[in-house]
């Protein structure tokens, strides 16, 4: 049977279609600077060419007014997968930076998270090797688990009856206190009927189910996530006074998502995706060992890549506990940046925050200090298409150098060779004009490559500290004057 599906694959984020795969009408930014997720970020040129940004995932295909991209030749629905056109794993990834210790801070930064999932849309037909939104939709829940059992965990008022010795508690239940008592000859007890408040409710015991649901997802995914068992750990005993009970899709027909329960409408939706087993399959035919159908995500690539060679280096530097480098801390622009305008009313054309992805600080003397800095960018190419980018990306790294008075700057690049003997180094020195005749010392400048050889990330990280400091090693460089 012919799938109702139309896959288009072959595009990698980055890239241009050159091939033409995605059809004419598909809903797209006008420039690479307002691509968004909703539409896998996706953008055109001046030609009307489409193009891919540095998102990847699956998703539909929709027109200006939203509705799916109907292939006129197959009548089939157009569905999109984008993958990475670096040697790069999204899934890796994802585990390293989710066990980071910034993790938090990370995605309570401008950035967000470092993925979305649509729940409300119709899943997509794939491979059965792909992993999909499902897996997210957990990882997702148990997040929103946390935030929930933090601060919004909603008690209602309910009814309990006892049997008193000696008290009334609020009303007297005459029948019941006639048949057992007063018939017993217990006249000392009182069977009363009162109120209490309570975290039994419907809405908590769907999340409870739910919760364990996508633990048991999570955990059959393999991925060692240990932030999330720490966060499941948390909620479980949050809503241990929460029934476990089976859900129905009835269920969700009777929770009440308005006013101040408004705040659980995020986790009942996710909480719907994981517990029915993805309602939307009703649309399509059954599943198979080739097919399997997934919830619709997209994944930042540039924010994932980013805070993954960050957690990368953290996760070297630890290891090392002689080391007297350090990262310095992960900064939020409107909370604790490096370096801020005094104005307090943003009329200074300048820019009035910084934030270096990479400052790497010598905490060997009584007093810390700057001693390299780099910017991590998901892009490595010198074509005039990204022109304007690499002067601004240029003009970011060379200012950090200054700011910092640091002799030592580079930008950190994903790489597209899987196999390669190690990862890739060029290093160059700065020339300084005479108009900087006040300070004499030698300024460099290098590039970094990464990928995912597993036995890359030590290196790499070794490699980076090894020119930091600026010591003769087997790589070749050269110790500081």
Sequence with gaps: MRSEVKIIKGLKDWSPDAAGLIPKGVSAARKMDGAVPEEMGLYTD????????????????????????????????????????????PWDMLIKVMNDPEYELYVSGLNGDFFKIYTDQELI???????????????????????????????SIDFKEENFNGKVVGNIQVSKHIKSNITQGREDRIF??????????????????????AHTVIRRSGLPLKSLGRIYSFCENSLKDVRTVKISRSDFGKVNVTGFNSVYKKIIELAKTILTENISNDLFAKETEEIKYIIPYTINMESLFEFYVRATIREYLKSQVESNVILDEYRIPKKNPLFTLKDPEHHAYLMNNYVPDIALIDNSGEKKRYIAVFDVKYQNSTSKVYKDTQ????????FYMLLLNVRRCGFIFPSDKKNADLP??????????????????????????????????????????????????????????
């Excluded at 995932?57 to 670096?86: F, M, S």
């Excluded at 002067?391 to 060379?398: A, E, P, Y």
């Design 46 to 89: 001046e030609k009307g060419n489409y193009h891919t940004s540095g998102t990847v995932g699956v998703g539909w295909l929709r027109d200006e007014h939203g509705k799916i991209i109907i292939d006129p030749v197959t009548n089939q629905k157009c569905a999109l997968i984008i993958i990475p056109r670096y040697a790069l794993n």
């Design 125 to 155: 037909p794939v491979n059965s090797t792909e992993k999909g939104g499902e897996l997210l939709a957990a990882i997702s829940l148990v997040k929103e688990c946390e935030r929930m059992c933090k601060k919004y965990l909603h008690r």
């Design 192 to 213: 009363c009927r009162y109120p209490v408040f309570t975290v039994d409710t419907l809405e908590n015991r769907i999340m409870k189910a739910a919760l364990k649901k």
């Design 391 to 398: 002067r601004h990306n240029s003009h970011q790294l060379l």
């Design 424 to 481: 890739g180094l060029n290093m160059f020195e700065l020339n300084i004009q005479s108009g900087d005749a006040m300070d004499s010392s030698v300024r460099e400048y290098t590039q970094w490559m990464v990928d995912m050889n597993q036995d890359h990330h030590e290196k790499f990280a070794e490699r980076i500290m090894a020119y930091v400091r600026g010591m003769q090693n087997n790589s070749g460089f050269v110790s500081e004057d």
